[in-house]
């Protein structure tokens, strides 16, 4: 309160953002196996997911497995609210927030936005943090050190 006020020059100058800031959700597809329970937990319904079955057989298997395979995955961001249910949701880790916020569309069909364009916004997912020197190991690490 008592420097002056200083205005952000934003198209000229980006702003710097925090580590967290919530942007846009990034989807990994390798990771999705259409389980739709980011679809499910959504409470705006703003998720929509196409799948079809598909059978892989394995050598020496008595039968053929089905695998579900991703065709539609879709994310209406105007009707998104960013809570951020649909990725603490995922067992399988597929979506990820961006600090990407720059996205903004002319018309509002255009913010249905694909799974090529949600997976072309992974590449802007900071890295996890450090783990804490100080903190309990995680249980992998326990587990590989065989206590």
Request: aromatic share 8%.
């Amino acid at each position: 309160m008592t420097r002056r006020a200083t205005t952000q020059q934003y198209p000229d100058v980006q702003p710097e953002l925090p580590p967290r800031s919530r942007g846009v959700i990034a989807l990994l597809e390798e990771n999705c196996t259409v389980c739709m329970l980011c679809a499910r937990e959504c409470p705006d319904w703003c998720i929509y997911i196409d799948s079809h079955k598909e059978e892989v057989v394995v050598p020496g298997a008595a039968r053929a497995r089905q695998r579900n395979v991703l065709d539609r995955f879709d994310i209406d961001f105007s009707l998104c609210m960013y809570c951020g249910i649909c990725i603490e949701a995922c067992p399988f880790d597929a979506l990820y927030w961006t600090p990407e916020f720059e996205y903004a569309e002319h018309d509002l069909k255009d913010l249905l936005h694909d799974k090529t364009r949600l997976g072309e916004w992974m590449a802007t997912v900071p890295p996890p943090p450090a783990h804490d020197p100080n903190g309990e190991p995680s249980k992998e690490e326990r587990l590989a050190a065989g206590a």
